[in-house]
């Protein structure tokens, strides 16, 4: 049984570009979550999706956006790059349930994104 | 002030030793606790959630007081594979699985 998968697991961008970064989540599950998290910090909620669409959002600019595909799996863009997007960038999967609280979120292993 | 906070690391304790994590979180709408472990470049990963009533998983204890919005995470007879940063988090309020996360804390267990 797979876990959650990222990819890349490095990258390296200059300012202003564009970059996608893609998760693979744990068989089964149907939602995903992006986090980042900065050097000495904790992670940072960034967004969720579920059945294709933003679920929740955290306070990021709209320079974040992602997708969800049929397949659960989901993509998080982020464009015109400053410095400080440099991060571990972290997904997290888990199984919607109805009438419950909380639902466990799965790590994925991160990417690592440099920006010059 | 931060949603989650947690106290300044880093602790460095020998073996055998008792440690103590201590944590507030400022949502009272927060329905689910928890302590993540962290490995240096890793993944956090979930060590233990923490319940009212408090809980035990072998050395490891965790508590919760609503009342006060204090979250606390007890490690016995520490091993060196404790080494590692520990995560309070909290979840964004009912019906939401957005995870708000202290800055972690970090513990170095030496010889």
């Known amino acids: 049984d797979a876990g959650v998968t990222q990819s890349p697991t490095h990258l390296i961008k200059t300012r202003g570009q564009q970059v996608t970064l893609r998760c693979s989540p744990k068989s089964g599950h149907d939602t995903v979550s992006w986090y980042q998290q900065a050097l000495g910090q904790g992670p940072q909620f960034i967004f969720q999706y579920y059945e294709e669409e933003e679920r929740q959002r955290g306070n990021f600019p709209d320079r974040f956006s992602g997708h969800q595909f049929p397949n659960y799996s989901s993509e998080l863009n982020v464009n015109a790059l400053l410095l400080g997007d440099s991060a571990l960038y972290l997904c997290a999967s888990s199984l919607a349930k109805m009438a419950t609280n909380y639902n466990e979120q799965f790590f994925g292993p991160g990417t690592r994104l440099t920006v010059l | ?111």
Do not use: H
């Open chain 2, 1 to 111: 002030r931060k949603e989650v906070e947690q106290d300044p690391g880093p602790f460095n304790v020998p073996e055998g030793a008792t440690v103590a994590f201590n944590c507030t979180y400022s949502n009272s709408a927060s329905q689910s606790f928890f302590w993540y472990r962290q490995d240096c470049r890793k993944e956090p990963k979930l060590l233990m959630s923490v319940y009212s009533s408090g809980n035990e998983d072998g050395r490891f204890t965790a508590q919760l007081n609503r009342a006060s919005q204090y979250i606390s995470l007890l490690i016995r007879d520490s091993k060196l594979s404790d080494s590692a940063t520990y995560l309070c988090v909290v979840n964004g309020g009912w019906g939401t699985d957005k995870l708000i996360f202290g800055t972690g804390t970090r513990l170095q267990v030496f010889p």
